[in-house]
């Protein structure tokens, strides 16, 4: 409860940072310890998080990479980074994170460009109130929010490992998660109740996949520390955001009642 309410006051942690700090401040600090010619991948950069992270990044110098399923909202996200920092660099290549084939074509283009890779933040996320499937016929949410994600990152590791060894510059991955992974209990992380129309529940196929993504980081991280790559890991909360995923479903944070 206490710390609850240190994070709604904003009061600031043993980082220097607190809820009410924003990304531009946190960046400003650091910017002695960024390295210049970075380059960046931020999925779901067209809204929320994503976009205000491309932002910011940019505004620092990073080459920003932003795969987008609606290339057209790309465009008019990268036109207000240009607008903002005419020396922007910021590349749009399509993807689809719900769908493999998608996202290999998205990998080959990227890896084809000949260009280093710093940054990955795994951040687009999908939440839907109905059961829906993927292309590739797997529950929709999962297949985004995780498998897109996961293999995103293992297509792309490997260039992120060669960049870190050529530049001496430690690669940073980022999975974007959320505290309510939390909601799901060690007994009921259970695909079936998934797969059933009258048994979905949104937020349980939203939590599981959140707690997916924290599990992939932590294994990750146990694989990256083995072969002494100079690449990290991390799963983030972000905090409470308004974003387009919220804002989907007015019963998400009632839903925690059927987790």
């Known amino acids: 409860m206490k710390e609850t309410l240190k994070y709604l006051a904003g ?45 910011v990044l940019a505004k620092r110098g990073v080459r920003i990479i932003i795969p987008a399923r609606d290339l057209r909202k790309a465009a008019r996200v990268k036109e207000g980074l240009l607008k903002e920092n005419p020396a922007a660099d910021v590349i749009l290549l399509e993807i689809d994170l719900s769908s493999f084939a998608s996202i290999q ?8 460009l000949g260009l280093p890779l710093h940054i ?31 293999l995103l990152t293992e297509m792309l590791l490997e ?10 510059i430690q690669g940073r991955i980022v999975n974007v998660s959320s505290v309510i992974h939390s909601w799901v209990k060690r007994d009921n992380f259970c695909f079936r109740k998934m797969l059933s ?7 349980r196929a939203y939590a599981q996949s959140k707690l997916a993504n924290i599990l992939h980081a932590k294994e990750l991280s146990r ?17 409470i955001v308004k974003t387009g995923i919220i804002r989907e479903y007015k019963g998400f944070i009632t839903g925690m009642h059927y987790l």
């Open 11 to 55: 009061i600031t942690g043993p980082s220097g940072y607190g809820s009410k700090s924003t990304a531009e401040q946190v960046t400003q600090d650091c910017m002695g310890f960024i390295p210049s010619n970075l380059t960046a991948i931020v999925t779901g950069a067209t809204s929320g998080i994503g976009a205000e992270t491309a932002r």
């Open 197 to 203: 129309p009258k048994s979905y529940n949104g937020t």
């Open 223 to 239: 694989l990256l520390k083995g072969r002494k790559a100079n690449v990290t890991i991390n799963a983030v909360h972000p905090g």
């Open 159 to 168: 260039k992120m490992v060669e960049t870190a060894a050529e530049t001496g």
């Open 120 to 150: 990955l933040i795994n951040n687009a996320g999908k939440y839907s109130q109905k059961l829906e499937f993927s292309e590739d016929k797997i529950e929709i949410t999962f297949a985004t929010n995780y498998l897109g994600h996961f």
């Open 105 to 112: 074509r998205f990998c080959s283009e990227f890896l084809s």
